[in-house]
C-alpha cells in the first residue's frame, strides 16, 4: 500500500501478462449530477457507489456550504434536499480544479435568493470558459458578473430571479453548459425552451444529464438540439446507484491491450450511457479480443494492435489513454474531434504531443486533431501539467517499456484517487518517491 504520495512515480515494466479482475470508482460524471439534483430534491436521497474523486468532495463541502445536509459514509451519500428553495447565502465558493463544479454551480447560484456569491477556482479554472453558459442565464434574467475577464470565471453571482423563456447556447464549447441549464429549468417558475447551436460536443454527457433527471422524477421533452422543460417542477427524493466511472476504467483496459494482458473491469456496463464505455471497443477495433456482459468488460491483448482513424469527439477524456496505446500500434493512428482537449485542465492536444515526442513517437497536431506513428516508444520522464488524465494514460506505457517516470502522481485525486494502488493489486510493480 502506497501511505504517501510523494513528487514521481516509477513504473517497471511486466514480467509477464497479467490476468486481473478490477472494480473502478464510481463515475465522477454522474455523482456530480446525482449530488446536484439530490440537494434540489424534496426529502432525502441516498446515492451509493458514489466517486471519491477530489471534484465530487469539492462539491459535497460546497453543496454544504450552501446549507444542504449530506453525511458521507464510505461510497454512500445521504442527502437532505432542499426542495429548491435553499436559504439566503452570501460568500464565496472556491472550486478549485474542478469544471462540473464550476459550471454545474454557476447555474445553480442563479436561484439561491438574496444570493451574492463570488466563484473562483484555481489559475487554470479561471482560463476556462464559460461565456455562453453565462449570457443563456443573464438571458433568462440571471445578474452576473465577470470579476476579472470577460468570458471567464471568477465570477459574482446575484441570483434568485429567474424566470424561464426562450434560449440559445452554444453546443460546442462544453456540454456542461447544457446539463447546467438542463438541471435548474425544471425549477423555474415559467416553461424553458432550450435550442443548442452549433454542433454539440460530448452529447452522451447530455444523454446521462436526462437520465438521472428522469430517476429523480422530472420530465424534459425533446432532444436532437431542442428541449422543452415544463417549469414548477419538483425533484423527487431517490435512491440511486452510481455506476463505475467509464473513463478510468479505460486506463485498465489499455493496460491489457499493450502487455497482452486479460483484464476485466466489474462494474461498468457495456451498455452505459457513459460513452467512455465505448473505448474497449476501440481496442477491439486495434485488434485486442474484447466481450461485454451485464456490468463487466474483458480486454485480452493479443499482441498486435493495429492503427485506427476514430472521431472522439463524443469521448474526449479518453483520447489520452488511445494516444498512449496508439504509439505501440503499427501505423499511423488518426484522433479527431478533440477542439475540447485544449480547454481541459491542460492543453491536452499540445501536452500529448510534447511527451510522446519525448517517448520517440513522431506524431503531427493540430486545433482538433493528433496523429501518432506507432512504433518502439522509449522510456521518458512525463510532465503532467497538473492534469490527472495525462499521469494516468503515460503510467499505462510503464507495464510495457522500462524508464516511465511520472511527474506529480498525486494529480490523480481529481478522479481516480486509487489508481496507483489499484496498478499495485493488479500486479503492476511501482515506486512513488
Given at each position: 500500500?502506497?501511505?504517501?504520495?510523494?513528487?514521481?512515480?516509477?513504473?517497471?515494466?511486466?514480467?509477464?501478462?497479467?490476468?486481473?479482475?478490477?472494480?473502478?470508482?464510481?463515475?465522477?460524471?454522474?455523482?456530480?449530477?446525482?449530488?446536484?439534483?439530490?440537494?434540489?430534491?424534496?426529502?432525502?436521497?441516498?446515492?451509493?457507489?458514489?466517486?471519491?474523486?477530489?471534484?465530487?468532495?469539492?462539491?459535497?463541502?460546497?453543496?454544504?456550504?450552501?446549507?444542504?445536509?449530506?453525511?458521507?459514509?464510505?461510497?454512500?451519500?445521504?442527502?437532505?434536499?432542499?426542495?429548491?428553495?435553499?436559504?439566503?447565502?452570501?460568500?464565496?465558493?472556491?472550486?478549485?480544479?474542478?469544471?462540473?463544479?464550476?459550471?454545474?454551480?454557476?447555474?445553480?447560484?442563479?436561484?439561491?435568493?438574496?444570493?451574492?456569491?463570488t466563484l473562483r477556482g484555481s489559475e487554470r479554472m479561471?482560463?476556462?470558459?464559460?461565456?455562453?453558459?453565462?449570457?443563456?442565464?443573464?438571458?433568462?434574467?440571471?445578474?452576473?458578473?465577470?470579476?476579472?475577464?470577460?468570458?471567464?470565471?471568477?465570477?459574482?453571482?446575484?441570483?434568485?430571479?429567474?424566470?424561464?423563456?426562450?434560449?440559445?447556447?452554444?453546443?460546442?464549447?462544453?456540454?456542461?453548459?447544457?446539463?447546467?441549464?438542463?438541471?435548474?429549468?425544471?425549477?423555474?417558475?415559467?416553461?424553458?425552451?432550450?435550442?443548442?447551436?452549433?454542433?454539440?460536443?460530448?452529447?452522451?454527457?447530455?444523454?446521462?444529464?436526462?437520465?438521472?433527471?428522469?430517476?429523480?422524477?422530472?420530465?424534459?421533452?425533446?432532444?436532437?438540439?431542442?428541449?422543452?422543460?415544463?417549469?414548477?417542477?419538483?425533484?423527487?427524493?431517490?435512491?440511486?446507484?452510481?455506476?463505475?466511472?467509464?473513463?478510468?476504467?479505460?486506463?485498465?483496459?489499455?493496460?491489457?491491450?499493450?502487455?497482452?494482458?486479460?483484464?476485466?473491469?466489474?462494474?461498468?456496463?457495456?451498455?452505459?450511457?457513459?460513452?467512455?464505455?465505448?473505448?474497449?471497443?476501440?481496442?477491439?477495433?486495434?485488434?485486442?479480443?474484447?466481450?461485454?456482459?451485464?456490468?463487466?468488460?474483458?480486454?485480452?491483448?493479443?499482441?498486435?494492435?493495429?492503427?485506427?482513424?476514430?472521431?472522439?469527439?463524443?469521448?474526449?477524456?479518453?483520447?489520452?489513454?488511445?494516444?498512449?496505446?496508439?504509439?505501440?500500434?503499427?501505423?499511423?493512428?488518426?484522433?479527431?474531434?478533440?477542439?475540447?482537449?485544449?480547454?481541459?485542465?491542460?492543453?491536452?492536444?499540445?501536452?500529448?504531443?510534447?511527451?510522446?515526442?519525448?517517448?520517440?513517437?513522431?506524431?503531427?497536431?493540430?486545433?482538433?486533431?493528433?496523429?501518432i506513428i506507432g512504433g518502439k516508444p522509449k522510456g521518458?520522464?512525463?510532465?503532467?501539467?497538473?492534469?490527472?488524465?495525462?499521469?494516468?494514460?503515460?503510467?499505462?506505457?510503464?507495464?510495457?517499456?522500462?524508464?516511465?517516470?511520472?511527474?506529480?502522481?498525486?494529480?490523480?485525486?481529481?478522479?481516480?484517487?486509487?489508481?496507483?494502488?489499484?496498478?499495485?493489486?493488479?500486479?503492476?510493480?511501482?515506486?512513488?518517491?
Amino acid at each position: 500500500m502506497i501511505q504517501k504520495v510523494g513528487h514521481i512515480a516509477r513504473i517497471h515494466p511486466l514480467d509477464k501478462p497479467i490476468s486481473a479482475i478490477v472494480n473502478v470508482p464510481g463515475s465522477k460524471s454522474y455523482t456530480n449530477r446525482a449530488l446536484i439534483m439530490a440537494a434540489l430534491a424534496e426529502g432525502v436521497s441516498t446515492l451509493r457507489g458514489i466517486s471519491d474523486s477530489n471534484d465530487s468532495k469539492v462539491l459535497i463541502k460546497l453543496l454544504q456550504q450552501l446549507g444542504i445536509e449530506i453525511d458521507v459514509n464510505k461510497d454512500t451519500a445521504i442527502v437532505k434536499g432542499c426542495a429548491g428553495q435553499f436559504p439566503e447565502y452570501k460568500g464565496e465558493l472556491d472550486v478549485e480544479d474542478a469544471g462540473t463544479v464550476m459550471r454545474f454551480l454557476t447555474a445553480l447560484c442563479c436561484i439561491i435568493p438574496g444570493g451574492e456569491i463570488t466563484l473562483r477556482g484555481s489559475e487554470r479554472m479561471h482560463q476556462r470558459p464559460v461565456k455562453d453558459l453565462v449570457e443563456a442565464l443573464k438571458r433568462l434574467g440571471a445578474k452576473i458578473e465577470y470579476l476579472e475577464n470577460f468570458g471567464l470565471p471568477p465570477l459574482l453571482i446575484k441570483g434568485g430571479k429567474i424566470a424561464g423563456g426562450v434560449i440559445k447556447v452554444n453546443g460546442s464549447i462544453s456540454s456542461q453548459f447544457i446539463s447546467a441549464l438542463l438541471m435548474i429549468t425544471p425549477l423555474l417558475p415559467l416553461d424553458t425552451r432550450m435550442i443548442i447551436e452549433g454542433e454539440t460536443v460530448s452529447a452522451p454527457y447530455i444523454d446521462m444529464t436526462l437520465s438521472a433527471m428522469h430517476q429523480f422524477g422530472i420530465k424534459v421533452d425533446g432532444g436532437d438540439g431542442k428541449f422543452q422543460i415544463e417549469g414548477r417542477q419538483c425533484y423527487a427524493e431517490a435512491e440511486y446507484k452510481v455506476e463505475g466511472d467509464a473513463s478510468s476504467a479505460s486506463y485498465i483496459l489499455a493496460i491489457a491491450a499493450i502487455s497482452k494482458s486479460a483484464v476485466i473491469v466489474n462494474n461498468v456496463p457495456g451498455n452505459s450511457v457513459q460513452s467512455d464505455a465505448h473505448f474497449a471497443d476501440l481496442l477491439q477495433q486495434m485488434g485486442c479480443i474484447m466481450s461485454k456482459k451485464g456490468s463487466t468488460t474483458a480486454v485480452v491483448g493479443t499482441g498486435e494492435l493495429n492503427a485506427i482513424t476514430i472521431d472522439m469527439q463524443d469521448m474526449p477524456d479518453t483520447a489520452q489513454t488511445l494516444a498512449v496505446v496508439a504509439a505501440f500500434a503499427k501505423g499511423e493512428t488518426v484522433i479527431t474531434g478533440l477542439s475540447t482537449l485544449q480547454l481541459k485542465e491542460s492543453k491536452r492536444i499540445d501536452a500529448l504531443q510534447t511527451e510522446l515526442t519525448k517517448m520517440g513517437i513522431k506524431c503531427e497536431a493540430g486545433d482538433d486533431y493528433i496523429k501518432i506513428i506507432g512504433g518502439k516508444p522509449k522510456g521518458a520522464f512525463i510532465n503532467t501539467y497538473d492534469d490527472h488524465r495525462m499521469a494516468m494514460a503515460f503510467a499505462v506505457a510503464g507495464v510495457r517499456i522500462d524508464g516511465m517516470t511520472i511527474e506529480s502522481p498525486e494529480v490523480v485525486k481529481k478522479s481516480f484517487p486509487t489508481f496507483w494502488t489499484t496498478l499495485q493489486t493488479m500486479g503492476v510493480n511501482l515506486e512513488i518517491e
